[in-house]
């Protein structure tokens, strides 16, 4: 019955009363205990007696340290636990051994914590390493009722989740132990108070015995498959930690990850007992199994306890220290301070003192992080850099190069395609871009992305795997919950955001081009919108960074249309960074080039790894998986309506994810007789065939007042006549090809099907008789309401008109509102009472009033119905990604 643990989390739990409450004893240590017996005491529980550890090296433990100034710590005894009139004694993370006399003495007896779904590894000190190791598909833990036994009790209460590939003890332990945990703990405390607690035997089938693992039989066995070598050292991370022999000597391998596809260049390490030598790469480690396949390791630990980048093993030697300056050597003495104050048991910090052979535990590494970032604001530490400088010299060598910018990354390297367009050589990323850098699918493939202009391939590109989504959700996960983003000062990260738009500003010319070869939009248009609204967006929710009062969410999945790929990327992800999320996107398998070149653009601005990273390929694959996956917290899609169903379905059976979805339309703009005529032509010519109709909403259909419809058709036509339809890059061009060719041809069968039905074809309907996927602008009149073009949306430049009596306001409205779609709508008129009774009634999330595809940064964009929920834009965003929740407190 010995378990123990130490690491520092913050958990808020909602505050419920409940009638039924009991005098306990917390028997046990660590911040696990301190959370249970805080949050059992805001329960209203009255705890009668805290027995802890003894101090160590001076220092208490953190249940002792916590409890002390509101509850007397006793030594554990006999006489002392029995004596305090407990109703329970509750043992989060109990490392002593616990007479039976203590454990039955209370009326209720007592619950301890055990980190594993009894009776599965059972014994003294069974951490969840041995799921790792074992490869276990799910992990969890149980509260049982103690016994004498090695954890045999009776089963309270369990829980259990998904294991992932590259979980490791503190990546569980975070995500679902300590926090499921401590609810669970409290759960079961009131289940007892109540009369409700069960009390299931456990059995002997499934149950093993593990005895506490050591670090002499920690050593890893190389002659392994490289799955087996990656669970054993992720099943010993951090503690006691898997070791091999190099060049004779014992080094430690922490933080390993499988390796998806091939290696990359490195210098060859002989290891003993490894069936051939590893590779030391830019990634780390390369380790091969016996099955060929290989495993990368990212940190090595030498006996003196020096850690280093497993990266940096052959210049490991290299210690030259830097000369510091005045004002360097008075910062190098406020951050030796912080170090006495937290080695309270050290007389005094010389610069040989070692950070963790003074007692210092993992709660103390994030203590000192935190302190030196807010006493030197711009240094981005993190709680790898304390391990590897273990001692105050070491420490301070490795802050004053932070300080000075001499330990940046490595500069992004980038395999372009390029191409000599528009006057310019375009330098195109082509390649999946995860955690901070550019690199090929795991499997190796690629696929070519097409020029709508004439049908040319532009270049290949990395088709993601599923391999790579969960790779790219683990870094978002670890730059989430270690890295610098979501913590650092707000305004700092508003900077960053400013710091992004306005080198896409820089770069809006490259962008612009790279648009309209990839997507077919116009030039101008790209340049104007595309890409010009890309960085109003960024810029706009820049400023609401240090704004922003409540929580933010973990890891955000954003999947992107075809149509804007560019501004529907900023639309979906500035609200997001904003709030200190991190993200995975997958841009339109057709449209991904901008979404790669804004992904080289963010490292540019200084935006930290992991924070963003880009997956082209297959919805269906990509997009799933997304979906699916456990450590998404939040998914934004654009894209059609029964793919949304699809997304939103699998959403909730994984982890019932927050949704937000902007689906398909079918937007009604109404005309009215007393309309402004040269604007409704203007403005609805605009509505239909803006960005080639490919248009989220776009006027799906037109209905036009019987008195002015004639005229309003002949004006129409006459206008399309006059459009230049031709090379996007063309400045002249008004008019460019769709986005590929399965959707012209969708557009030429939608316009067969309204022949068919009866409508009549006034213009267009046809493909352009030119290289490359262009469609004639197509009017189509005499609509009924029950055809198919007057119910389905084109999503091109397809304009479809139907008339309507003189006079009949509420009979147009409920034709208009007769669709299952509620996107955009729009209405005509010199009458402002008309105009205003109209929008009230139209059943859509944008009205436009004798204007329309004017949108706006700071407005919500969203729909209704089977256009979808949740919004876009303006403040109402933040409120998608973001939570809130109530405490409440009672006084003790």
Request: proline share 7%; glycine share 10%; aromatic share 6%.
């Given at each position: 019955m010995q378990w123990s643990c130490s690491k520092l989390l913050r958990v808020q739990s909602p505050c419920v009363y409940y009638q039924n409450k009991l005098k306990l004893a917390i028997i046990g240590q660590s911040v696990f205990g301190q959370e249970v017996y805080s949050s059992l005491k805001k329960q209203g529980h009255k705890v009668v007696g805290v027995f802890t550890v003894p101090d160590k090296d001076g220092k208490?433990?953190?249940?002792?340290?916590?409890?002390?100034?509101?509850?007397?710590?006793?030594?554990?005894?006999?006489?002392?636990?029995?004596?305090?009139?407990?109703?329970?004694?509750?043992?989060?993370?109990?490392?002593?051994?616990?007479?039976?006399?203590?454990?039955?003495?209370?009326?209720?007896?007592?619950?301890?914590?055990?980190?594993?779904?009894?009776?599965?590894?059972?014994?003294?000190l069974i951490f969840f390493w041995r799921t790792l190791i074992q490869g276990d598909r799910k992990a969890g833990f149980t509260v049982f009722w103690a016994d004498d036994g090695l954890d045999t009790g009776p089963i309270l209460l369990q829980r259990e989740c998904a294991v992932e590939p590259n979980?490791?003890?503190?990546?569980?332990?975070?995500?679902?132990?300590?926090?499921?945990?401590?609810?669970?703990?409290?759960?079961?405390?009131?289940?007892?108070?109540?009369?409700?607690?069960?009390?299931?035997?456990?059995?002997?089938?499934?149950?093993?015995?593990?005895?506490?693992?050591?670090?002499?039989?920690?050593?890893?066995?190389?002659?392994?498959?490289?799955?087996?070598?990656?669970?054993?050292?992720?099943?010993?991370?951090?503690?006691?930690?898997?070791?091999?022999?190099?060049?004779?000597?014992?080094?430690?391998?922490?933080?390993?990850?499988?390796?998806?596809?091939?290696?990359?260049?490195?210098?060859?390490?002989?290891?003993?007992?490894?069936?051939?030598?590893?590779?030391?790469?830019?990634?780390?480690?390369?380790?091969?199994?016996?099955?060929?396949?290989?495993?990368?390791?990212?940190?090595?630990?030498?006996?003196?306890?020096?850690?280093?980048?497993?990266?940096?093993?052959?210049?490991?030697?290299?210690?030259?220290?830097?000369?510091?300056?005045?004002?360097?050597?008075?910062?190098?003495?406020?951050?030796?301070?912080?170090?006495?104050?937290?080695?309270?048991?050290?007389?005094?910090?010389?610069?040989?003192?070692?950070?963790?052979?003074?007692?210092?535990?993992?709660?103390d590494v994030v203590r000192l992080v935190e302190e030196v970032k807010q006493k030197c604001a711009g240094v981005q530490l993190q709680n790898e850099d304390v391990y590897m400088a273990t001692t105050f010299q070491d420490f301070i060598q490795m802050f004053v190069r932070k300080l000075r910018g001499e330990d940046q990354e490595e500069e992004l390297v980038v395999d372009y395609a390029t191409k000599e367009v528009n006057s310019m050589t375009l330098k195109m990323p082509h390649q999946c871009f995860i955690n901070g850098k550019f690199e090929d699918a795991e499997n190796g493939k690629s696929y070519n992305t097409i020029n709508p202009t004439d049908g040319s391939v532009i270049c290949k590109v990395s088709y993601a795997s599923v391999g790579d989504v969960d790779r790219a959700v683990a870094a978002a996960k670890e730059a989430f919950d270690n890295g610098p983003w979501g913590r650092m000062n707000p305004r700092d990260r508003g900077s960053l955001l400013y710091k992004l738009a306005d080198l896409m500003e820089e770069h809006q010319e490259e962008l612009a081009t790279i648009e309209s070869i990839d997507s077919g939009a116009v030039y101008t248009l790209a340049l104007k919108t595309h890409v010009g609204m890309s960085i109003q967006t960024f810029r706009y929710f820049a400023g609401w960074c240090d704004k922003i009062q409540v929580p933010h969410l973990l890891v955000c999945a954003i999947v992107i249309p075809w149509n804007y790929p560019l501004m529907m990327l900023a639309w979906k992800s500035a609200a997001c960074l904003a709030a200190g999320n991190t993200l995975v996107l997958k841009p339109a398998q057709v449209t991904p080039l901008t979404a790669l070149k804004f992904a080289e653009i963010s490292v540019k601005a200084g935006i930290p790894k992991g924070v963003i990273n880009i997956l082209p390929g297959s919805g269906g694959m990509v997009g799933q998986r997304l979906s699916d996956h456990p450590d998404i917290r939040k998914l934004g899609f654009t894209g059609s309506t029964p793919i949304g169903k699809q997304i939103m379905k699998s959403c909730a059976l994984s982890n019932l994810k927050k949704v937000s979805l902007e689906l398909g339309g079918k937007s009604p703009l109404i005309i009215f007789s007393d309309c402004d005529m040269d604007k409704a032509v203007r403005m609805g010519m605009s509505s239909v065939f803006f960005n080639k109709g490919e248009n989220c909403i776009a006027a799906g259909r037109l209905f036009v007042e019987e008195s002015i419809h004639d005229e309003y058709i002949n004006r129409v036509v006459e206008e399309i006549k006059k459009m230049k339809i031709g090379d996007p890059l063309d400045r002249s061009t008004d008019h460019g090809p769709q986005n590929h060719k399965a959707h012209l041809d969708k557009l030429l069968e939608y316009c067969e099907v309204g022949l068919k039905e009866g409508a009549t074809l006034v213009y267009g309907g046809r493909q352009v008789d030119r290289p490359g996927f262009f469609m004639e602008p197509t009017v189509f009149t005499n609509v009924e309401d029950h055809m198919f073009i007057a119910k389905e949306e084109s999503f091109g430049p397809v304009m479809v008109v139907s008339k309507f009596p003189d006079g009949d306001v509420d009979g147009v409205l409920r034709r208009a509102n007769d669709t299952e779609y509620g996107l955009a709508s729009g209405v005509f008129t010199r009458d402002i009472n008309k105009a205003m009774h109209v929008s009230e009634r139209l059943e859509a999330g944008t009205v436009f009033i004798n204007t329309y595809n004017k949108t706006d940064v700071a407005s919500p964009f969203g729909g209704f119905k089977q256009s979808g929920f949740g919004k876009d834009l303006g403040e109402h965003e933040l409120c998608t990604l973001n939570y809130s929740h109530a405490i409440g407190i009672a006084c003790p």
């Open positions: 208490a433990d953190p249940l002792g340290e916590f409890s002390l100034c509101i509850n007397a710590v006793v030594p554990l005894s006999e006489t002392g636990v029995c004596a305090v009139g407990a109703d329970l004694n509750v043992m989060p993370f109990c490392s002593q051994f616990i007479p039976m006399n203590i454990i039955d003495h209370p009326k209720h007896g007592s619950i301890i914590y055990h980190p594993s779904i009894l009776p599965l590894h059972r014994g003294l979980d490791t003890v503190d990546t569980l332990y975070n995500r679902f132990l300590f926090p499921e945990g401590i609810k669970a703990m409290v759960e079961s405390v009131q289940l007892i108070a109540d009369g409700k607690a069960p009390k299931v035997p456990q059995t002997e089938e499934g149950a093993s015995y593990e005895g506490i693992q050591k670090k002499s039989n920690a050593k890893v066995n190389l002659s392994q498959p490289a799955e087996a070598i990656h669970n054993w050292i992720r099943g010993h991370d951090k503690v006691p930690g898997a070791w091999t022999l190099i060049n004779g000597l014992p080094v430690t391998l922490y933080g390993s990850s499988m390796l998806g596809g091939s290696a990359p260049a490195g210098q060859a390490l002989e290891i003993e007992g490894a069936p051939q030598p590893a590779l030391v790469t830019k990634s780390g480690l390369v380790l091969y199994g016996s099955d060929g396949k290989a495993l990368v390791v990212k940190n090595l630990q030498f006996d003196d306890g020096k850690m280093i980048p497993a990266s940096k093993y052959f210049s490991s030697g290299d210690t030259s220290s830097v000369e510091l300056t005045d004002e360097e050597k008075k910062m190098a003495e406020e951050i030796r301070n912080i170090w006495m104050g937290i080695l309270s048991n050290v007389p005094a910090v010389e610069d040989t003192t070692d950070f963790f052979k003074c007692g210092a535990a993992s709660m």
